[in-house]
């Protein structure tokens, strides 16, 4: 059983891998590896597969065989999805919020979790219980790196991985902040591109965004 101090290690270790983190909604698993293979060949090793389609788990099946790729589960909400993702092989997980029911399971099951929160008392909560590592979602919407900046500078002992907005525009403002870690954003595999099999397009996208300062 991890603990959260634990799980906030592994995930930090991953959030230092590259400054994006793909956050990905994938309708087909015949496309996995090829899209997995792109972002890794780019710069972008850790994925994020989001359980917000029907193909998400042989998504995760399929990218986790993708060598020098780390593929996580987010949108985990439930227990079951952890159980399910876990099967699938996910090394990691992500939620949009966070829930002692969440929590618990991620911790049960051995999952390092990046944990969402928006706001300093939900920030301070998952503090209190060890989790140093934490997701600020939905990050534009909330403010965006004002916000990020402003919350920090009364708990510095919480690093942040931003998600919700991010693009290749506005990453930098988040990255240059001291305690972001690095950011997720969809915009490195872009719909149209998948829907072309551009493959060759999402690795310059990829390595374009690895090439980001932090």
Do not use: H
Request: one cysteine or more.
């Amino acid at each position: 059983m991890i603990t959260a101090s634990q799980a906030s290690i592994e995930t930090e270790k991953l959030c230092r891998l590259a400054p994006i983190i793909p956050v990905l909604v994938v309708e087909d698993a015949a496309i996995a590896r090829p899209l997995a293979e792109a972002l890794v060949a780019g710069g972008l090793p850790v994925l994020e597969v989001t359980l917000r389609t029907k193909a998400a788990l042989d998504v995760i099946r399929e990218m986790a065989q993708v060598e020098g790729g780390v593929v996580g589960a987010g949108t985990l909400l439930t227990p079951k999805d952890v159980t399910d993702a876990v099967a699938a092989g996910a090394r990691f997980g992500v939620s949009p919020g966070a829930t002692d029911r969440i929590l618990d399971a991620c911790e049960a099951a051995d999952l390092p979790l990046l944990p969402g929160s928006a706001t300093a008392s939900e920030a301070m909560a998952l503090l209190e219980r060890g989790y140093t590592v934490q997701k600020f979602f939905p990050a534009e919407a909330n403010g965006g790196a004002a916000a990020l900046k402003a919350i920090g500078a009364p708990i510095p002992q919480v690093r942040f991985c931003p998600t919700g907005g991010v693009s290749l525009k506005n990453a930098p403002e988040y990255l240059s902040l001291s305690n972001t870690l690095c950011a997720g954003g969809s915009w490195v595999a872009p719909k149209d591109l998948i829907a072309k099999g551009d493959w060759t397009g999402i690795e310059e996208l990829a390595r374009e965004a690895s090439q980001l300062a932090v």
